[in-house]
């Protein structure tokens, strides 16, 4: 409205300044043929008189003489005088000259201009248009008095066609009209364009500003500030309607793999999709926001029950699980889904939100790709959580984690050969926090690469203090990986603590090497290099273990527990894997430990099937750094064959028990 106001009142000063223009013209043109016909029509009457011996007589009403009849005659015929009027004194007509006839009037008629011009002594000049088709168009009449002595004797009226020089004034000025009022239209309108073009991005930008202020920049969608408005005002209207809202908190599964396989080309395509088939699925009335990342929220309202909701979510799910074509690939993403009710979960839009990500935090722990309803026993789970990332924030900054030591026995003769650290977590109460809690938490806050260098530094240190005979197992996290180079802190660890490179095992995971592979073999290579054996950690439990084998050389396998948790003797197929892994080993040189051996009678199993090395609560559960006795180990050293013999009976509770 406001440009609508500006260009109109653009128009109307545009408008006036024309319409000046125009009239300034004609005001200009007017008083030119004005003086134009006060000159011209003064010289014929001033020529007249000079000319015209008799006039004084004539004016007298004496009948002109010869001479001056001739002269009237041929000024008529020759020069652009039309007409003559002879007056006396008195400002009555005495003889008119035109051209067709000059002669003495009948009646002699007052003229006010010619009594004029005898009183003042100056001419009465006048323009005007003809009245009769007679005369010229344009004509301009003077009235001049003759002064003779001091006293006016005649007034000569001269009648000028002006007719060509009023055209020629007026096409003169008619072009002059139209280059000025163009110039000034120029003059104007190119500023004005200008000003409106700038006005109309500044309206628009200010538009743009207005919708980002409200809407995702990537999706569309609501942002998380409209929603907040949005679902305030829905939580408000609950009140007097009795109805109820479901809040549903989406959040896209293992989108990061998707991030780092297809670049943030394929994740902005994977969430504009996602978002487009939020809007299909969901009704008009609803809301559907992108709260960032790979988080969405819908607010259904206006339902009866539960039961709505729940129907409403699987329709979401399903939707969101349809594959995706991007380029050559196909996007096979599924969405867990947290839902909370309101107003029961919460009258505020805050505490709803909170309610349904408590869910959505309850169905990515239950294996996403499932929908789960805010239950009030989640909120003690949070603040369980928030005091367990406060503890390994605190614990990262003080150094306040420990490392246990699991013995890894040798099976032919039972032997130890080394230890695995197994980092802890101690919580307020001074009890341990076992790594299956605290490690997926660390992973989501993203510190477990702290994590893992702070274990690497304090094994090898500890290490350094045993028989040279003793070896060091360390976890490595992918996160670590991902971080920096892993082979550099390797280095560091070992040269800080004076550690030999062969006494040092690193082990990785499969997952490790489902994403960058070039990049993690290649610093896997490096690390290797140093010196440092590599382990393939959790064997068996993956799909593509076995690929990796040949790609690396990897110097040893360790058997995942689970196949030794389920062992009675009487599984068959745990018996064939486990052999056949066994096999395989020896086949490619790589020692093999099975882990989890716990009873007896895996341990015969294992004795028949030449397992190399063996680690289990039957030979010793993790126990701290200080609880290996030093004598101990150092006695080992002189009698490896017979390690068991030479332990005491309280370390042998601690280490085979």
């Known amino acids: 409205m406001?440009?609508?106001?500006?260009?109109?009142?653009?128009?109307?000063?545009?408008?006036?300044?024309?319409?000046?223009t125009w009239a300034t013209v004609r005001f200009a043109t007017t008083h030119l043929l004005h003086q134009e016909a006060t000159a011209t029509a003064r010289n014929w009457a001033r020529y007249l008189a000079e000319s015209v011996t008799d006039l004084e007589q004539i004016a007298a009403g004496e009948r002109p003489s010869t001479a001056s009849a001739a002269f009237f005659q041929g000024t008529l015929k020759a020069g652009q005088v039309f007409r003559y009027e002879i007056f006396n004194a008195q400002g009555y007509s005495q003889l008119v000259a035109d051209r067709k006839k000059i002669g003495f009037v009948d009646l002699s008629e007052y003229s006010a201009d010619a009594a004029r011009s005898a009183r003042t002594g100056q001419p009465v000049v006048d323009t005007r248009k003809a009245t009769t088709p007679e005369w010229p168009a344009f004509f301009g009449e003077a009235y001049v008095p003759v002064v003779v002595n001091g006293q006016t004797i005649a007034i000569v009226a001269a009648y000028v066609d002006l007719t060509e020089r009023r055209n020629a004034f007026r096409g003169t000025f008619l072009v002059t009209a139209g280059v000025l009022c163009l110039l000034i239209a120029l003059?104007?309108?190119?500023?004005a364009i200008a000003w409106y073009r700038r006005t109309r991005e500044k309206q628009e930008?200010?538009?743009?500003?207005?919708?980002?202020a409200h809407h995702d920049a990537l999706t569309?969608?609501?942002?998380?500030?409209?929603?907040?408005?949005?679902?305030?005002?829905?939580?408000?209207?609950?009140?007097?309607?009795?109805?109820?809202?479901?809040?549903?908190?989406?959040?896209?599964?293992?989108?990061?793999?998707?991030?780092?396989?297809?670049?943030?080309?394929?994740?902005?395509?994977?969430?504009k999709t996602i978002a487009e088939r939020l809007l299909t699925v969901t009704r008009r009335d609803d809301v559907v926001a992108r709260l960032g990342g790979d988080e969405f929220v819908v607010v259904q309202v206006d339902i009866k029950e539960q039961t709505d909701a729940g129907e409403y979510a699987k329709r979401i799910v399903s939707a969101l699980s349809e594959p995706i074509q991007f380029c050559d690939n196909t996007i096979a993403s599924t969405a867990s889904v947290g839902v909370a009710m309101g107003p029961t979960d919460g009258n505020k839009p805050e505490r709803l939100l909170k309610s349904a990500d408590l869910a959505l935090y309850k169905s990515k722990s239950d294996g996403r790709n499932c929908i789960r309803f805010f239950l009030?026993?989640?909120?003690?789970?949070?603040?369980?959580?928030?005091?367990?990332?406060?503890?390994?924030?605190?614990?990262?900054?003080?150094?306040?984690?420990?490392l246990h030591y699991q013995p890894v026995f040798e099976m032919a003769g039972h032997h130890l050969l080394g230890f695995e650290a197994l980092v802890r977590l101690p919580a307020a109460d001074g009890t341990l926090i076992p790594p299956m809690v605290f490690i997926p938490v660390a992973e989501e806050m993203r510190v477990i690469d702290k994590i893992g260098a702070w274990v690497l530094r304090e094994a090898?240190?500890?290490?350094?203090?045993?028989?040279?005979?003793?070896?060091?197992?360390?976890?490595?996290?992918?996160?670590?990986?991902a971080a920096g180079s892993v082979s550099a802190t390797v280095s560091a660890a070992l040269k800080e603590a004076g550690l030999t490179p062969d006494r040092l095992e690193l082990e990785i995971t499969e997952t490790l090497l489902l994403g960058d592979n070039e990049?993690?073999?290649?610093?896997?290579a490096k690390i290797k290099a140093l010196g440092v054996a590599i382990v393939m950690?959790?064997?068996?439990?993956?799909?593509?273990?076995?690929?990796?084998?040949?790609?690396?050389?990897?110097?040893?396998?360790?058997?995942?527990?689970?196949f030794m948790g389920g062992f009675d003797g009487s599984d068959r197929d745990a018996e064939t894997v486990v052999k056949t892994i066994i096999a395989l080993g020896r086949e490619l040189n790589m020692r093999v430990t099975v882990e989890g051996v716990e009873t007896a009678k895996q341990v015969a199993f294992l004795d028949q099937a030449a397992a190399d090395q063996v680690q289990g609560f039957f030979f010793g559960r993790p126990i701290p750094a200080t609880d290996i006795a030093a004598g101990i180990l150092s006695d080992f050293r002189q009698t490896a064959a017979q390690p068991l013999r030479l332990l005491d009976a309280q370390t042998k509770l601690k280490l085979v028990k």
């Open 2 to 20: 406001s440009v609508q106001r500006n260009l109109i009142a653009f128009l109307v000063v545009l408008g006036v300044l024309v319409g000046g």
């Open 187 to 191: 003059s104007f309108s190119v500023p």
């Open 205 to 212: 930008a200010d538009r743009r500003i207005r919708y980002l």
């Open 220 to 271: 569309g969608l609501t942002n998380r500030p409209r929603l907040i408005e949005k679902l305030d005002s829905e939580l408000r209207s609950l009140a007097t309607s009795g109805r109820h809202l479901a809040v549903h908190f989406i959040d896209i599964d293992r989108f990061k793999e998707v991030n780092d396989t297809l670049g943030h080309d394929g994740g902005d395509f994977l969430l």
């Open 376 to 402: 009030p026993e989640m909120d003690a789970e949070l603040q369980a959580r928030i005091e367990l990332e406060k503890a390994i924030r605190s614990a990262i900054r003080d150094d306040r984690f420990e």
């Open 460 to 481: 090898c240190r500890t290490a350094a203090t045993w028989p040279k005979e003793l070896t060091v197992a360390v976890n490595l996290s992918p996160a670590q990986f």
């Open 519 to 524: 990049g993690v073999m290649a610093e896997l």
């Open 537 to 562: 950690d959790d064997f068996g439990t993956g799909h593509s273990s076995l690929s990796y084998l040949w790609r690396f050389p990897f110097d040893k396998i360790k058997i995942d527990r689970s």
